[in-house]
């Protein structure tokens, strides 16, 4: 290698040599010049060997997780780690003047051979990923994390920071970081259990909750202890769970375990409970009560319910029958709700405003009265069908019932099966299942279905979307994805042309990627839509236009900048009104400025000719 100075150089003037490598050895000889060009002899030469220590890259320090200072547990599911580069070279004692590093936040001066940081992530000591960034930040996500761990996150993670030079050297010893995520817990937590008839209901409402990435409870019981048995699970929005069809007067072992998006966590404590068995009202409902020679009488002044003398018969536990004759009398209300209950064995009947009291062990609630006319007859346990009309009931479990008409102010269920459904009421929004549709109508007088959803017709494929006018119209009616489908009196005519295939241009000259021709009518508006995707490489910028045959005017421009991965251009769409005969529409790419090559592929045009 030859170094030569271009200039006159004074009396024992040093010259910096720069672009020169470490590890290598170099021989220098300087001659002389004199004024005439003559050359000296015999120039004397001497030999370096450059040692590799100033070049060498510096030590990563201060790694800790970005959100804790130097913890060593995270929250969430992302794991963002930060660093600093140290003052000291691998293996170098000192920097040598000049080649101090500017900042110690990635902007560095000409004299420092920093390229950038090489990241590695291990679990259980295995290398799982290994990434390079040059900046002093790294975020582990947690796709990463399932994507690197076999589908399932890894709750600790060690990650591994080298800094590495231009030289792709790397610092002699990585800065090294271990961290967890704290799996949720429930340990020392006792749920609460209420038992049911043949069912036990599981509430973990007081549970405070710290694990910010919670996903899930999973409920487990069994007859022996520790339960092993999964009886079902629950999302977060839930802090209660009714395990039914267990075996009634049967002490069931009940616990909960917390998943977080790592997975399982801590179980809680384990409670227990006997589920409840035939209760004497449970046993009396079902045993046939009959009522003879009952009539109400309801005084709306002043807010009294008479009866006469009436017989009640039933079975006995034994199976033989019984009966009773209930004493005429009366009741007045005064406030709340007042029920009228019968006690087995009484002859007379009860009154109170406690519903808990009215329903309990042995009675047969008869009346709910709220005074004037609000009176409902009927509304107890082991009434005949024909005589209940509405039921008042503090707690029931029901394993199947067949219900008309239910009337609730809070519906809560796992899932729900109906052929109609309205929500308001039928004649607002209307989910048909019979029909498969969705229907939503209007607040007329006489309401009209203003839009469908779903079924339109008879085929097995014609699904789409209706929208009516309020004449009940049809004004637009779309069946179908990706073909436009538009099928309504809005629309004359259409056409659809796309391509897949990757095509390519050097050109700075606009070249045709795609056309699609329509016959327009002649003064009606077209809706044009098109797209592409857009890929570049070699430093240049690639543009797509759409273009119209008739002024060949721009309609749309996108530009994209230098890359090598193909973008998805934004779709145009937009109003074009032609004249009658053939309308071409055309799809134009180009390289914009520099050198290069421009690509394309996943090309589509679609024209709509709209009615006015």
């Known amino acids: 290698m030859v170094y030569q100075r271009e200039r006159t150089l004074s009396y024992k003037q040093d010259i910096l040599v720069g672009n020169l490598l470490p590890e290598r050895k170099y021989w220098v000889r300087i001659n002389s010049v004199s004024y005439t060009g003559i050359r000296g002899t015999n120039p004397p030469?001497?030999?370096?060997?450059?040692?590799?220590?100033?070049?060498?890259?510096?030590?990563?320090?201060?790694?800790?997780?970005a959100s804790l200072n130097n913890g060593?547990?995270?929250g969430g599911t992302d794991i963002k780690f930060i660093w600093r580069r140290s003052g000291a070279k691998s293996g170098a004692g000192t920097i040598p003047a000049g080649k101090e590093v500017a900042s110690a936040e990635g902007s560095y001066n000409q004299f420092d051979y920093f390229k950038d940081f090489r990241v590695e992530i291990l679990v259980n000591n295995v290398r799982k990923r290994v990434e390079y960034t040059t900046t002093p930040a790294y975020t582990y996500t947690y796709e990463k994390n399932v994507e690197d761990n076999s589908n399932i996150a890894s709750r600790s993670v060690k990650v591994q920071v080298w800094e590495r030079n231009i030289f792709n050297q790397e610092s002699s010893t990585p800065a090294t970081l271990s961290v967890s995520n704290t799996a949720p817990t429930m340990a020392g937590f006792s749920p609460t259990l209420t038992a049911v008839l043949n069912s036990v209901q599981v509430d973990w409402s007081s549970w405070q909750r710290t694990d910010i990435d919670l996903d899930k409870f999973e409920i487990f019981a069994d007859t022996f202890n520790p339960p092993t048995t999964k009886r079902g699970e629950v999302s977060t929005s839930f802090n209660n769970f009714w395990m039914p069809t267990l075996t009634s007067d049967t002490l069931y072992y009940v616990s909960i375990k917390p998943y977080d998006l790592f997975g399982a966590g801590t179980g809680s404590s384990v409670v227990s409970a006997t589920s409840g068995g035939l209760s004497t009202k449970s046993t009396l409902a079902m045993r046939g009560v009959t009522v003879e020679g009952l009539k109400w009488t309801v005084h709306e002044t002043p807010?009294?319910?008479?009866?006469?003398?009436?017989?009640?018969?039933?079975?006995?536990?034994?199976?033989?029958d019984t009966n009773v004759t209930i004493t005429a009398s009366n009741a007045t209300w005064s406030t709340g709700t007042l029920y009228i209950y019968w006690v087995e064995n009484s002859s007379t009947l009860s009154t109170t405003t406690n519903a808990i009291t009215a329903l309990a062990d042995g009675n047969v609630v008869l009346v709910a009265y709220k005074g004037g006319t609000d009176f409902v007859s009927g509304a107890g346990f082991g009434i005949p069908a024909t005589y209940i009309t509405t039921a008042i009931i503090s707690d029931l479990a029901v394993t199947d019932a067949k219900i008309d008409s239910l009337s609730a102010n809070k519906l809560v269920a796992n899932s729900v099966i109906t052929n109609l459904l309205g929500v308001g009421d039928i004649n607002r929004f209307l989910l048909d299942g019979t029909n498969r549709q969705i229907l939503i109508k209007d607040n007329q007088a006489t309401p009209v279905n203003r839009v469908k959803l779903g079924k339109i017709s008879a085929g097995a494929t014609d699904y789409g979307l209706e929208i009516y006018n309020a004449s009940g119209q049809l004004m637009v009616g779309l069946t179908g994805a990706e073909t436009v489908g538009v099928v309504s009196n809005a629309i004359t005519n259409s056409a659809t042309w796309a391509d897949s295939l990757v095509t390519s241009s050097t050109s700075g000259t606009w070249v045709d990627i795609g056309s699609l021709s329509i016959t327009a009518t002649g003064g009606l508006p077209m809706v044009v839509w098109a797209k592409t995707e857009i890929g570049v490489n070699g430093g240049a910028a690639g543009e797509y236009r759409v273009l119209h045959n008739e002024s060949s005017s721009?309609?749309?421009?996108?530009t994209h900048g230098s890359s090598d991965t193909y973008y998805r251009g934004s779709p145009f769409i937009g109003i074009y009104t032609p004249t009658v005969g053939i309308s071409t529409f055309k799809l134009q790419m180009r390289v914009a400025n520099g050198v290069g090559t421009v690509f394309a592929r996943n090309r589509k045009i679609v024209v709509v000719e709209l009615k006015r």
């Open 72 to 74: 060593a547990i995270f």
């Open 45 to 65: 030469t001497a030999s370096i060997t450059l040692k590799a220590e100033p070049f060498r890259p510096r030590i990563v320090s201060g790694l800790e997780l």
């Open 554 to 558: 721009e309609i749309d421009l996108n």
């Open 303 to 320: 807010n009294r319910v008479d009866w006469p003398t009436f017989v009640i018969r039933w079975k006995k536990i034994d199976g033989s």
